[in-house]
């Protein structure tokens, strides 16, 4: 057996049966998730509640040909399939529903079907649970984020037994990626259908074919999948693994910032088969900032200029996903030329945590849940883009359930604009508190772990913590300032003034 078999045969959920239970009902469902309080904002907590309601609505059994082994949130708006991309995303705001319903079960629908060679099809028939494309189509699979949301479910629930059930499908996927979606150098090519943004034109006549050109982003979100394996490995206590994977992120890392980089530009662009860098600034570049370590800080700070620039990545509704000094951006938002899309302020907003500019992506955040609440109140639907210059769905937009446009009213709201997130493994909560207002603010019924709650609220005297699970709080203040407390079970206060 070659060691990529011996990956695959590891893969638990090929062998899975399903276990049919009754769905449950929102109402069923609601007392079991976060509350957030918001007296200054009452139709930021109208539009959350709304897209929770909308999501229960959308919850799915698998039919019976599928082969699939979880009900699941069906995330598809406009066709019958489970869709990578979207399922990915959907799950990160759904970890904040997992009391009430396991969001992963999308995932392992698709890690059930993964093939023997360790292929996993970015579209599979919700009816049949056949794949739509052949493996060695250029659009047959990505973008590939299973190792990072992975992680962030570890890192918010601390479940290691999941660990243990995903990392060798997840390794054997990225092995099979590295062999049939990379060039000579490491570097990895998509199509405009495959890496998700279709109509960018960021590589001309590329919608189906890779035109022999280096993707930023795919190889960028390779080097995600590389930084989250590695850390799986050190939780299981692979270090044999670990190593190998840290040698091919050290490469990647190097070849990255020899040819993706350009320094006139100060931003990472997609190259040609002649190493020549394209003239468009794509908000794909940004998921370089999820890895710290491959990011220095000179070029951070070119990253960071270009999403405070007028006319660049700085617009009324932010951030759109093509820059308004690109060719193709217009100011409608059509899909990928300039459109606002949730999971991409979300990935950038994470990627501005880790840089410690917790500022501006609370002001980005504040800004995007804003506007979009506001267009739900105008017109009573979640859209899957949003223009990047009015309060309206973008051009070409269509509703969704939501899929991943639940990122922005539910998971964006608690982390970025109340600022608060959970790291299990450490039993921390972190709470960077920035967003202005009088009275008390906060959230209720927060998850911890796997069975724990709190009630996180604060007002300009002083926070006021009721939790069932010990927890370590560190709070932290506009003025940068850090208060650090061990949080008792029961009710505990801290003065602040």
Not at 11 to 18: I, S, T
Not at 487 to 493: N, V
């Amino acid at each position: 057996m070659t060691q990529q078999a011996d990956y695959v045969s590891r893969n638990p959920f090929r062998r899975q049966g399903y276990n049919r239970t009754p769905l449950p009902t929102f109402e069923e469902a609601k007392p079991h998730l976060p509350t957030p309080i918001l007296p200054n904002n009452p139709e930021w907590e109208k539009t959350y509640w709304q897209a929770w309601e909308r999501v229960w609505s959308s919850l799915c059994q698998p039919k019976e040909l599928s082969g699939f082994v979880s009900d699941y949130l069906s995330a598809s708006a406009k066709q019958d399939y489970l869709f990578m991309w979207d399922s990915t995303f959907i799950t990160l705001f759904g970890l904040y529903g997992r009391r009430a319903f396991n969001f992963s079960g999308i995932l392992n629908n698709f890690y059930a079907k993964q093939d023997k060679t360790g292929f996993i099809c970015r579209h599979i028939d919700e009816a049949t649970g056949d794949n739509l494309y052949h493996p060695f189509d250029p659009d047959s699979t990505g973008p590939n984020l299973f190792a990072w949301v992975e992680w962030e479910n570890y890192r918010v629930t601390g479940d290691k037994e999941r660990l243990e059930q995903v990392f060798y499908p997840l390794l054997a996927f990225y092995n099979w990626q590295k062999d049939h979606r990379t060039w000579r150098n490491g570097l990895h090519w998509a199509t405009g259908v495959s890496c998700g943004m279709d109509n960018q034109d960021r590589i001309p006549n590329s919608q189906h074919h890779h035109q022999h050109w280096a993707w930023v982003d795919a190889t960028l979100q390779a080097n995600i999948n590389l930084l989250c394996l590695q850390r799986i490995a050190l939780v299981l206590q692979e270090q044999a693994l670990n190593n190998t994977l840290a040698l091919d992120r050290s490469l990647l890392h190097a070849t990255i910032n020899r040819h993706l980089w350009n320094e006139e530009t100060q931003f990472y662009h997609d190259i040609n088969r002649e190493g020549q860098p394209n003239n468009t600034k794509s908000i794909a570049a940004y998921w370089a900032m999820l890895d710290h370590a491959l990011v220095s800080e000179k070029k951070r700070e070119g990253l960071i200029k270009h999403l405070h620039a007028e006319g660049v990545f700085k617009h009324f509704h932010r951030i759109p996903s093509l820059a308004a000094d690109s060719e193709n951006y217009t100011a409608g938002g059509d899909l990928w030329r300039g459109g606002v899309w949730p999971a991409m302020n979300y990935m950038v907003l994470r990627g501005l945590r880790i840089a410690g500019q917790h500022g501006l992506a609370h002001r980005i955040a504040c800004n995007h849940v804003g506007i979009v609440s506001q267009a739900y109140e105008r017109t009573g639907e979640f859209w899957s883009h949003y223009s990047p210059e009015s309060i309206a769905p973008g051009t070409n937009a269509w509703v969704t359930k939501p899929g991943l446009s639940g990122l922005t009213p539910i998971a964006i709201l608690l982390e970025d604009v109340i600022g608060i997130r959970s790291d299990w493994r450490q039993k921390r909560v972190i709470w960077n508190k920035r967003l202005a207002g009088n009275g008390l603010q906060g959230i209720q019924n927060y998850p911890l772990g796997d069975e724990g709650t709190a009630d996180l609220l604060i007002d300009e005297e002083g926070v006021y913590i009721t939790s069932d699970v010990p927890f370590t709080l560190i709070l932290q203040a506009e003025d940068n300032t850090t208060i650090q407390s061990a949080i008792s079970i029961g009710t505990t206060e801290i003065r602040l003034s």
